[in-house]
Nanobody
């Protein structure tokens, strides 16, 4: 069983920065791709960023490209999402997620098997 725990959310003004963390346990972390998703009130959950098991490949939604950076520390079993130049439309609950199978991309929601509890990010204008 995989357990994921996000932290680092909060309230920030537009243009500010936050760094989210997701600590994982229960599997060999370095064998799994990791992803970040978000869900705003009244909207569907959407992809934000993903990183491969080795950290060598990253993928971003167009809406965050150039502003957000995903990274991972396999020694700490933790994935990060550095969010810069935040906008009010980035306001959402942010979730980290892990695929059911190792060596699998974490971009596609239908391949995901485990989710964290989410952390709220609120960007004021």
């Amino acid at each position: 069983q995989v357990q994921l725990a996000e932290s680092g959310g909060g309230l920030v003004q537009a243009g500010g920065s936050l760094r989210l963390s997701c600590a994982a346990s229960g599997r060999t972390f370095s064998n799994y791709g990791m992803g970040w998703f978000r869900q705003a009130p009244g909207k569907e959950r959407e992809f934000v960023a993903a990183i491969s098991w080795s950290g060598g490949t990253t993928d971003y939604a167009d809406s965050v490209k150039g502003r957000f950076t995903i990274s991972r520390d396999n020694a700490k079993s933790t994935v990060y999402l550095q969010m810069n130049s935040l906008k009010p439309e980035d306001t959402a609950v942010y979730y980290c997620a892990v695929p059911r199978q190792p060596y699998t991309s974490a971009r596609a929601m239908n391949l995901l098997g485990y989710w964290g509890q989410g952390t709220q990010v609120t960007v004021s204008s």
